[in-house]
């Protein structure tokens, strides 16, 4: 599917210092299980020049050569410049680029040999914030979002043999960005995430759904020839739709799933769409305890493509939330894309089962990641692993609510996110924002955004971790935003910004929605080693101590059905600045940056791992 032309209009307006207007380009798109199909990849080194006075955007750094006799300066060479990793933030790669924000110029040669009759698309995993690129001197996309998967198609830039690709970043933050000015972590800039040609028929298959229907199963019970029963099949029901791009009218698609030996096929519509609708007999449903994967093939004419998808329903009944039709209280806590021991962004599978392999084993069945979408690997790791999922669209605090252009911008962040990962079991939260004020602007805003993601993804649950009322000893959940959602997240940092960790013991809680509620955060900070009593700040002890009493009242809230702990991993933020104690990292990880569990990390594994918080009806 082609981005909307409003898109295309807000980028080009939006980024104007770039957009010269002679190089109209297409809007990136995007494709679906992208990291399921064939592709060369254009990691590795790449030629950077960091450019703090954005001279690349006026004077083009194009990879021109300067030749002999050539009058024009060309005051650059990426050939001669220093090199930074792709996949991987600038900042963590250089000491100078630690705290660095602006624009960086990237460049890598590559050969290739397009196929013919073909698309091919630059596949950029995530670039923060803004960026640019062009392919042997032609521009072929901009994409503003930091934190979702794009692609850019290069088909008619790209030739067989020598080539190069050319891309500008630049991470400085904008009043009007989502998020916005502020934000507690870092903003790491760069190709953070993994980037390839994927090249594609002349018809294919952009974008699928392929999930298990809430509709019952149907039973079919056969007798034999004994007047006893002999066995019975339970029949699930698999919907989705497939979108072929360049497909035609009556084109058919088809869905196979072969360990189930199930196939369902569909015709597209005058706007390439299908329905799909398969039958599987005995199929396995993904849950945390059970997390199966089938291979799931599509195909399309001359296009196909193998995905691996987990079939499971989630709903809500009242305060319940159902998993598989079955009441689930989710144990959790909350993840930051932050790579444990190396710092800065996680891209890797390593780095996913690292985060992941701890979530394990603090008893957890849920992971919030915050407070952006995380890369494809997480997500895939997360489908592997039997980790529900929170998915995050970065609407952060106070971004600017009353902008239409800001909310064309979340809105397509949230395409994106959904787009591309609409198909991992392990999701079951769409959350909208985090902490985000009580006002009408911003109450119009989050619910147009609830609305066109239920639009786009009726399957699963709409979410948003608001910020909680305190009237004498009474935390009140009544936002009127609560109204827009089916699960209701409530952050809320008793014993650390507000009172002492005893004053959990006579925390009351109400909660003005028949809807279950999450502890969306909760926790404080501790300096990993620093011991004391249990009253003495950034001490495990007094972290602990939180969590001790936390836990307690946490079982006091009837309609309580999860929690996510504020957060696995000390990340790095700019506003932490107390020395000795901070240094740069926010502290509230039940882990250090450095993989040393904090005291706190054991009383939460306890209560997880005996089940003695939470109640799922
Ligand atoms: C919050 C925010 C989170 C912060 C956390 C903190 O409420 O949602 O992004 O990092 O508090 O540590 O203060």
């Known amino acids: 599917m082609v981005l ?83 996949p991987g933030d600038w900042n963590t790669q250089r000491e100078s680029l630690l705290y660095y924000e602006g624009p960086v110029w990237y460049e890598r040669d590559f050969t290739y040999q397009p196929k013919g009759h073909t698309h091919i698309f630059l596949h950029v995993g995530a670039a923060n914030y803004r960026s640019w690129f062009w392919v042997n001197g032609k521009k072929v996309c901009e994409h503003e979002g930091g934190y979702t998967s794009f692609n850019c198609e290069v088909t008619e830039a790209i ?82 739709w497939i979108h072929v791009e360049g497909g035609k009218l009556g084109d058919k698609v088809q869905v196979e799933i072969p360990e189930l030996k199930s196939k369902g096929t569909g015709v597209l519509t005058a706007e390439g769409r299908a329905q799909i609708f398969l039958v599987a007999s005995n199929l396995e449903r993904w849950s945390p305890e059970t997390p199966k994967l089938y291979k799931v093939k599509i195909s399309a004419g001359q296009d196909e493509i193998e995905d691996l998808i987990g079939f499971r329903t989630i709903e809500t009944h009242g305060s319940q939330i159902l998993l598989n039709g079955k009441p689930i209280f989710l144990r959790g806590v909350c993840i930051h894309a932050e790579a444990p021991f190396r710092g800065g962004r996680a891209y890797s599978d390593k780095d996913a089962e690292t985060l992941l392999g701890w979530a394990k084993e603090l008893g957890a069945n849920y992971v919030r990641l915050a407070h952006y979408p995380h890369g494809e690997t997480m997500l895939r790791a997360a489908d592997r692993m039997g980790l529900l999922v929170w998915s995050e669209n970065p609407v952060y605090w106070a971004i600017q609510f009353d902008n239409p252009k800001v909310l064309a911008k979340a809105e397509q962040q949230l395409d994106e996110e959904i787009e591309t990962s ?192 939470g109640k799922a009806e």
């Open 422 to 613: 609409r198909n991992h079991a392990a999701i079951i939260l769409w959350s909208m924002a985090n902490e985000t004020p009580n006002n009408e602007a911003r109450t119009r805003f989050i619910a147009t955004l609830a609305d066109h993601a239920r639009e786009l993804d009726p399957t699963r649950l709409i979410t948003a971790a608001l910020l909680v009322r305190t009237e004498g000893h009474t935390k009140i959940v009544d936002d009127p935003l609560g109204k827009a959602l089916d699960v209701i997240g409530a952050n809320e940092y008793v014993g650390w910004y507000d009172q002492a960790p005893e004053g959990a013991d006579t925390t009351e809680w109400r909660v003005d929605y028949d809807k279950p509620l999450i502890m969306s955060e909760f926790g404080g900070g501790a300096k990993a080693g620093l011991h004391g009593a249990e009253n003495e700040r950034w001490t495990e002890e007094y972290q602990a101590n939180i969590y001790r009493h936390q836990l307690a009242m946490f079982n006091r809230i009837p309609q309580l059905r999860g929690l996510s702990a504020w957060i696995l991993v000390d990340f790095r933020s700019p506003t932490r600045n107390l020395a000795g104690i901070q240094d740069g990292f926010n502290r509230k990880g039940l882990i250090s940056d450095q993989g040393q569990k904090k005291a706190a990390f054991f009383v939460l594994q306890k209560a997880y791992l005996d089940k003695t918080v």
């Open 159 to 240: 030739h067989a043999g020598a080539n190069f690709v050319v891309a500008a970043v630049d991470n400085t933050r904008l009043a009007e960005g989502v998020p916005t000015l502020k934000t507690d972590w870092w903003n790491y800039g760069g190709l953070t995430r993994t980037v390839s040609l994927i090249e594609v028929p002349e018809a294919f298959i952009d974008q699928y759904d392929v999930h298990l229907s809430r509709a019952p199963e149907t039973e079919i019970t056969s007798h034999g020839n004994d007047p006893g029963i002999i066995g019975s099949l339970h029949l699930a029901h698999i919907d989705g």
């Open 4 to 86: 909307p032309a409003a898109t295309l209009v807000l980028l080009g307006s939006d980024l104007s210092r770039a957009q010269p207007s002679v190089e109209p380009v297409r809007a990136p798109i995007v494709l679906t299980g992208a990291d399921m199909r064939p592709a060369v990849s254009l990691d590795g080194e790449w030629a950077a020049i960091v450019d703090p006075y954005s001279n690349g955007f006026s004077t083009y750094f194009r990879n021109l050569k300067q030749q002999p006799g050539d009058t024009r300066p060309i005051e650059y060479d990426f050939s001669k410049s220093p090199t930074l990793k792709v």
